[in-house]
Nanobody, 123 residues
Framework: VQLVESGGGLVQAGGSLRLSCAAS????????MGWFRQGPGKEREFVAG????????YYADSVKGRFTISRANAKNTVYLQMNSLKPEDTAAYYC?????????????????WGQGTLVTVSS
């Protein structure tokens, strides 16, 4: 599985962005998916996860109520809608896929990673 993120950019605090992650292959619907981020000088952290069917979602406390993860299996794409952005959301955002259907916060459970897309939130 190859993953390609897009949608990052520069936005003012309070603004919104929607990230997309396009996956190759015909078995996308069998993967649990997650979004992670890594800010300057910080470790990679879990942002959100979604089950293979899209029926279950999980969020980090820091983004709950502001970010929404979704997926369109017919388009082999997972999305991260980010609203009410804050400067502390500035980071490289990565999507990840798990062949074991995992969609939680442990990065070691994911088999495939994208190259990342940069999000910068100005104050």
């Amino acid at each position: 599985v190859q993953l390609v993120e897009s949608g990052g950019g520069l936005v003012q605090a309070g603004g919104s962005l929607r990230l997309s992650c396009a996956a190759s292959g015909r078995t996308f619907s069998r993967y649990g998916m997650g979004w992670f981020r890594q800010g300057p000088g910080k470790e990679r952290e879990f942002v959100a996860g979604i089950s293979s069917s899209g029926g279950s979602t999980y969020y980090a406390d820091s983004v709950k109520g502001r970010f929404t993860i979704s997926r369109a299996n017919a388009k082999n794409t997972v999305y991260l809608q980010m609203n009410s952005l804050k400067p502390e959301d500035t980071a490289a955002y990565y999507c990840a896929a798990s062949s074991t259907l995992y969609s939680g916060r442990d990065p070691a459970q994911y088999d495939y990673w994208g190259q990342g897309t940069l999000v910068t939130v100005s104050s």
